[in-house]
């Protein structure tokens, strides 16, 4: 979903419709909805999961920041919100664990060449078990 929302040459396309006609939304106002709805959910609570959908978009962002298909105006103003976002992640949260997760986090987008490196691994998707699903036996899953 990220890829594909994130694709430079969507961004570039969006920007450009925007700049033509200001009713259109534009890249900027699409990253930023992104990031307000993965760093500030309904509840206020980012728990295991929600972190982990935070640090799979901050990624996502980041790795389009640096992707030369993107405008290099996008990139800069890409930029420009990554580092904000790092420094409203460094100040403290409510429980030690989202603290850590967020600082930590924080110090990651501050840190170039950790960034890089970590950008530059292929990513860790999890794998599908082998085998049927658990009570897949010889009943169909959906009772049909």
Request: charged share 30%.
């Amino acid at each position: 979903t990220l890829n594909a929302l994130l694709a430079p040459d969507r961004l570039n396309r969006l920007a450009e419709q925007n700049r033509i006609d200001e009713a259109q939304p534009g890249a900027a106002e699409t990253i930023d909805r992104l990031i307000a709805t993965v760093f500030r959910p309904a509840d206020g609570s980012l728990g295991p999961v929600q972190r982990r959908i935070a640090t799979t978009t901050t990624l996502a962002l980041a790795r389009v920041q640096r992707d030369p298909a993107l405008s290099p105006n996008l990139a800069v103003a890409l930029d420009e919100r990554m580092r904000r976002l790092a420094a409203e992640l460094s100040k403290a949260s409510r429980d030690e664990a989202e603290r850590d997760w967020s600082r930590g986090l924080a110090r990651l987008l501050g840190d170039r060449e950790a960034l890089d490196k970590l950008l530059s691994e292929p990513r860790r998707m999890p794998q599908v078990p082998p085998g049927m699903p658990i009570g897949g036996g010889e009943e169909p899953w959906f009772g049909g």
